[in-house]
């Protein structure tokens, strides 16, 4: 990411009449943007899942909730390239072992949690990739961690959790580009833990997921 500083040193130093005590020396930064970009969501920021009965629920396997469709849009002064990171509001509230990824990839760093029932966690949700576009042109999905910041295009096609980020391009030697407006489309892909796993309650599971996407300027 680049960031525009500015930077300056004081010296102050005594009259020649008099006996030099110390010096001191004060710097000075800060940035300046290159644009101003607002992210939203197409829809607003909550997703109702609806609901499902516990009739419905599978006692040994995972109950997938129907697909929910959301849109990230980046709308900028000016062109810019930005990339993005996923933050786990309920991290600690993910069960284990659901599964997501259309391409078989799987791992509790693909999904989030929804919250708690009686202390047990009630499952998960996974975010999907859709087809990121740029001023309305389709570009390629690209990632990068920090022990590798080369983009790559990534394998799983699911929104992992920070530090991992994301961007877009025309391909991954280019990196991402800049646009004034960016549009990355994605499915909510939640699911309730196997019954059997689940606290006996006369109550209603309250899913409960939260996350949060940080959006930087590259």
Known sequence: MKNLFLMASIAVAASPILASAASTS??????VTPTSCIPTFAGGT??????LSAK????????????KD???KIACTAPAAVEFAVTDGRGDTKAPGLVFSPTGFTGENLYYGLGTV?????????????IPSA???AQRFLVRTPDNLNWRTPRSLMVS??????SWGEDEVKGPIAATFHSFPMKVAAAIRPARDL?????????DGFVTFDVYYL
């Open 70 to 72: 959301i849109t990230l």
């Open 46 to 51: 909550t997703v109702d899942l609806g609901k």
């Open 56 to 67: 419905e629920l599978n006692v040994v396997a995972q109950t997938n909730f129907p697909e």
């Open 161 to 166: 959790n920070a530090p991992t980020s994301y």
């Open 118 to 130: 009686n202390g047990v966690a009630i499952g998960g949700f996974g975010l999907r990739v859709g």
């Open 199 to 207: 606290p006996v309650t006369t109550d209603e599971y309250k899913v």
């Open 135 to 137: 001023d309305q042109q």
């Open 26 to 31: 004060l710097t000075v930064t800060g940035a």
